[in-house]
C-alpha cells in the first residue's frame, strides 16, 4: 500500500507523452501584431496512474500546456501521445475538469453530469445510471435536481468532478480545480479527489498556484518557468498514501520538497523582476 | 388568506391610500374648474359605463387587437430566424446591424408619412408599423443571445466533442433563450406602441382612433378611458412575458 | 472559428452600404416612381437644398432646443422623485404605481390629453418630451441610490467623510453614475421620440414638423432627406451617452 505510486509509474506505455511543444499566440487582429511565446518546446512523459501537478508563475503557460493535452488547442510543433497514439482531437480517454466550474446553468446538476454521456450516445437509462453512481460518489445525492446557482463553489466543483468521472475516462485534466474554494472545503476535496483517484486508478494532471497543494496531491511536481514557459524542473514525491493534510504537513519530506519548490519558484521571480528592470 | 393582515401591509394599504388621495383630489378640483374639461373620475367612470354599454370600447380593443397580435406573430416568425442566421453567420450580421439599428432609432410618427405612401392607410400599413420594428428588436436580441455564446462553456462541449446539433440544442439555443424572450418583451412595447399609431395617424379605428376622436370632440374622459384599457392592455402583455421569461430561468434567478 | 477583426467588419460593412445605395439608386431609376421610391441622388439633393436653404438647420436647432429642456426638465424630477422614492418606503409605495402606469403607457396616446390640458404651446411639448423620457432617468435614480455599495460607505466614513450630503456625493452618487447614465441613454431615445411626437401632433415644428409638411404634400425626397437627420441625432446622441457609460463602468 504504502508505495502504490511507484508501483503505478513503472507499468508499460505512457498515460501522456508530449514532445517538443511549441505554442505562439498572436495577440491583436492586427498584421503587424505581438506574439506571445506560450510554450517553449516541452517535453513530459506521465505514467499511468501518475498523480501529476504543475505549478508556476501565473501567465507561465500551465492553462496552455493543459489545454494542449486535452486537444482543446493544437500546438504549434511538436506532438501529444495519448495511450500510445498520436491525437488532434479531444476524445473519451481524457476529461477536464475547469477552474470556473463550466457547469451549464440551465441544467440541473444531474443533467450536468449525464452531458457528456449523451453527447455521446449512451442508452438513456444507463446513463442515469452512471450519473447518479458518480453524483453520489462526490456525495450530492440530494442535489440532484438543483440548479448550479443553488449549489456553493465547492459543490458545483463536485458535479464538475461527477461530471468528468462519468465519462469513464482514464486520464483527468484540471485546470486549478479548487483555485476559488475556501480553504476548509478544499482540504476535504483534496482528500475526496486522492481517494476516488487512487480507488479507479486514474492519472491525474493537476494545475494548481498553492504549493501546499501542489505537495500533498502529487506523486510529481512539475514546476514550470516563466517567459517562455518552460519545464524547470521535475522533482519526485516520497510520500506514503493515503495521505491527509495533518500528517503530511509535518512529514519532513513534505517540508524538502516544499522549501525546494519555493526556493526556484521564488529565484523565478526575483530573476523575472531584474530581467524587467535591465 | 387573512384578509385584515393582508391589508396591514403596506404594499397594499399605501398604493391604495395614495389612489384614493389623488382620485378624490383630482374630483374636486376637476368639479369645482371644468367638470368638461378636467374629467373628474366620477365622468371617466360613467364615460367607461357608457362606451361599455354601447360596445363601442370593446369593438374597439378587437380591432386593437387584431392588428397587434397578427403584427406581433408575424414579427415573432420572421424575427427568430432571422436574428439565429445574424448569430450564426457573423458576417452576415454586422453588415445588416447597421440597417437595423438605423431604423430602430427612428421615431415611428415621422415615417408615418412614408407607410401612407407605401401602403396606405388601411389594415396592411397599421400591420407594418406593428410588424416591422417588433421583428427588427427581436431578431437583434435573438443574434446578440447565439453570439454571446459563453465561451467557457464553449469549450466544455468541445471538451466533451460534442457535434455541431448538440452544439446548439444544448449549448447555443438554451444560452440565448434569455436573449430571445427579452427581445420578445422590447418586441411586445414596440408593437402596442406601433398598433397606437397607426390607429391614431393612419386609419382612425380602434383604441387610438376613439383618442383621436375624442381629442377632436373635446371629451378628455373618452380619451382617458381608451388610455387606461391601452395601459391595461400593455401591463397585461408586459407581465405575461415577464412570467415567461421567470419561467424559462428557473435556473437563473432564486425563485423566491 | 475565425473570427474577423474590427477592421474587417467595417471594411464589409462600407461595402454593404455602398451596394446597397448603388442598387437602390438604380432600382429607383429603373422603377421612375419617385412618390414611391426617390433615388438617392433625388435624396441628397434635397438634403443640400435643405441645407442651404438653412431650413434644416432652423428646424434642427429648434428641435435639440426642445430636446435639450426637455431633458434637463425630465433630469430634475428624476432625481427628486428617483430619490424620494429611493429614501422612503411609504413614498415608493404610494408612487410607484403611476410610474410604472406611466411607463407602459405610450407617450402618443397622451398627447391629445396634453394638448386639451396644456394646449400646443412651448409648455405642452416639453411636457410630451418629459412625459417620454422621466420614468427611465426615475428608475434609474431610485435603483442607484438603493443598491448604494454599503462597504464602500463604511470606508469613506472610516476615513472621516461626515453627513448624508457628502457621502451622496463622495460614494453614493459615483457608485451609482453607470446605473445613471443607462437610465440616462434610455431616457434620451425616448425623448427623441418625444420631441418628434410633440412637433408632429402638437404644433408642427423643428424636424418633425418639416417631416411631415414634406409627407403631406407627397415629397417622398424630401422625406427621406429631413429623416436622415433625425435618426442621425437619435443615434448620436444614445450612442454618446452608452459612450460615456462604458467609460465610467469600472468592472
Ligand atoms: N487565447 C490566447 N490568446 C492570446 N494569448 C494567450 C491565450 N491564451 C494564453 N495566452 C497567453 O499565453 C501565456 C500563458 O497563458 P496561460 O497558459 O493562461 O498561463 P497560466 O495558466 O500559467 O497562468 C500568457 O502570456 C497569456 O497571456
Ligand atoms: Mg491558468
Not at chain 2, 393612419?202 to 382617458?224: D, F, N
Not at chain 3, 441622388?41 to 435639440?64: K, M
Request: aromatic fraction near 8%.
Amino acid at each position: 500500500m504504502e508505495n502504490t505510486h511507484i508501483t503505478n509509474s513503472s507499468t508499460g506505455t505512457s498515460a501522456i507523452e508530449l514532445s517538443g511543444i511549441r505554442k505562439t499566440f498572436t495577440l491583436s487582429e492586427d498584421k503587424n501584431a505581438q506574439q506571445v511565446l506560450a510554450l517553449d518546446g516541452i517535453d513530459l512523459s506521465i505514467n499511468q496512474g501518475e498523480f501529476l501537478t504543475i505549478i508556476g508563475p501565473s501567465g507561465c503557460g500551465k492553462t496552455t500546456l493543459l489545454r494542449i493535452m486535452a486537444s482543446l488547442i493544437l500546438p504549434d510543433e511538436g506532438r501529444v501521445i495519448v495511450e500510445g497514439e498520436a491525437v488532434s482531437e479531444p476524445d473519451i480517454k481524457r476529461a477536464m475538469v475547469f477552474q470556473t466550474f463550466g457547469l451549464f446553468p440551465w441544467k440541473t446538476v444531474l443533467d450536468n453530469v449525464v452531458f457528456p454521456l449523451i453527447v455521446r450516445k449512451y442508452p438513456a437509462q444507463q446513463t442515469r445510471e452512471i450519473a447518479i453512481q458518480h453524483i453520489k460518489q462526490v456525495g450530492l445525492e440530494k442535489f440532484q435536481n438543483a440548479y448550479p446557482h443553488q449549489l456553493s463553489g465547492g459543490m458545483q466543483q463536485r458535479v464538475g468532478l461527477a461530471r468528468a468521472l462519468s465519462t469513464g475516462a482514464d486520464i483527468l485534466l484540471m485546470d486549478e480545480p479548487f483555485g476559488a474554494i475556501d480553504a476548509q472545503t478544499r482540504e476535504l476535496m483534496q482528500e475526496e479527489l486522492m481517494r476516488i483517484c487512487q480507488e479507479e486508478q486514474k492519472t491525474v494532471v493537476f494545475i494548481t498556484h498553492d504549493l501546499n497543494e501542489a505537495v500533498m496531491l502529487a506523486d510529481r511536481v512539475l514546476l514550470m518557468s516563466r517567459g517562455p514557459g518552460q519545464v524547470r524542473e521535475i522533482i519526485s514525491v516520497n510520500l506514503p498514501r493515503p495521505r491527509t493534510e495533518y500528517d503530511v504537513r509535518a512529514h519532513q519530506e513534505f517540508v524538502r520538497v516544499r522549501g525546494h519548490l519555493w526556493r526556484e519558484l521564488r529565484n523565478d521571480l526575483i530573476e523575472q523582476r531584474t530581467e524587467e528592470m535591465v | 388568506m387573512n384578509l385584515l393582515a393582508t391589508f396591514k401591509s403596506r404594499r397594499v394599504y399605501l398604493p391604495i391610500l395614495s389612489l384614493l388621495v389623488v382620485l378624490g383630489g383630482w374630483e374636486l378640483v376637476g368639479r369645482s374648474i371644468n367638470p368638461l374639461l378636467f374629467a373628474p373620475p366620477s365622468s371617466i367612470i360613467a364615460m367607461f359605463g357608457e362606451l361599455i354599454a354601447s360596445g363601442e370600447l370593446l369593438a374597439a380593443a378587437k380591432i386593437t387587437m387584431q392588428a397587434l397580435f397578427l403584427g406581433y406573430i408575424l414579427a415573432v416568425i420572421a424575427g427568430i430566424p432571422m436574428g439565429v442566421l445574424m448569430g450564426a453567420w457573423p458576417r452576415f450580421g454586422d453588415i445588416l446591424q447597421p440597417y437595423l439599428y438605423a431604423i430602430f432609432s427612428t421615431p415611428r410618427v415621422v415615417v408615418v408619412p412614408l407607410i401612407i405612401v407605401w401602403f396606405g392607410i388601411g389594415f396592411e400599413a397599421r400591420l407594418f408599423l406593428v410588424f416591422f420594428w417588433t421583428a427588427i428588436a427581436i431578431s437583434v436580441n435573438t443574434a446578440q443571445g447565439v453570439r454571446n455564446a459563453r465561451p467557457d462553456l464553449l469549450e466544455v462541449a468541445r471538451s466533451f466533442k460534442v457535434g455541431r446539433y448538440q452544439m446548439a440544442r444544448h449549448v447555443l439555443i438554451p444560452g440565448a433563450v434569455p436573449f430571445v424572450i427579452s427581445g420578445l418583451r422590447i418586441g411586445a412595447e414596440r408593437a402596442i406602441v406601433g398598433v397606437i399609431i397607426g390607429e391614431m395617424f393612419l386609419q382612425i379605428v380602434g383604441l387610438g382612433g376613439i383618442i383621436t376622436t375624442a381629442s377632436s370632440q373635446l371629451l378628455p374622459a373618452k380619451m382617458l378611458c381608451a388610455v387606461a384599457v391601452i395601459a391595461v392592455l400593455g401591463t397585461i402583455i408586459v407581465t405575461t412575458l415577464d412570467m415567461l421569461e421567470a419561467r424559462f430561468q428557473v435556473w437563473r434567478n432564486d425563485s423566491n | 472559428m475565425k473570427t474577423l477583426s474590427r477592421l474587417e467588419t467595417r471594411r464589409d460593412q462600407l461595402i454593404g452600404v455602398a451596394l446597397f445605395l448603388s442598387v437602390w439608386e438604380v432600382a429607383a431609376q429603373l422603377f421612375d416612381k419617385p412618390l414611391l421610391l426617390p433615388p438617392v441622388s433625388a435624396i441628397l439633393t434635397a438634403l443640400w437644398d435643405l441645407i442651404i436653404s438653412g431650413e434644416l438647420i432652423t428646424a434642427l436647432g429648434e428641435s435639440i432646443f426642445l430636446l435639450i429642456v426637455g431633458l434637463l426638465v425630465a433630469i430634475v424630477i428624476g432625481f427628486v422623485f428617483g430619490t424620494i422614492i429611493a429614501r422612503s418606503k411609504t413614498a415608493y409605495w404610494m408612487l410607484n404605481p403611476y410610474f410604472s402606469a406611466l411607463f407602459v403607457t405610450p407617450t402618443i396616446a397622451l398627447v391629445p390629453l396634453v394638448l386639451v390640458w396644456f394646449g400646443f404651446g412651448f409648455t405642452g411639448r416639453v411636457l410630451v418630451v418629459v412625459l417620454a423620457a422621466v420614468v427611465p432617468i426615475l428608475f434609474s435614480v431610485a435603483s442607484g441610490l438603493r443598491d448604494a455599495p454599503g462597504d464602500l460607505i463604511d470606508v469613506a466614513r472610516s476615513f472621516g467623510v461626515k453627513g448624508e450630503i457628502p457621502l451622496l456625493f463622495t460614494v453614493r452618487l459615483r457608485a451609482a453614475l453607470p446605473v445613471l447614465m443607462a437610465g440616462l441613454r434610455l431616457a434620451a431615445g425616448r425623448a427623441v421620440v418625444g420631441m418628434a411626437v410633440a412637433e408632429t401632433y402638437l404644433r408642427l415644428g423643428g424636424i418633425g414638423g418639416l417631416i411631415k409638411s414634406y409627407g403631406a404634400v407627397f415629397r417622398t425626397d424630401y422625406v427621406f432627406a429631413s429623416i436622415l437627420p433625425l435618426s442621425l441625432l437619435g443615434i448620436l446622441l444614445v450612442s454618446g451617452i452608452g459612450r460615456i457609460e462604458r467609460r465610467l463602468k469600472w468592472s
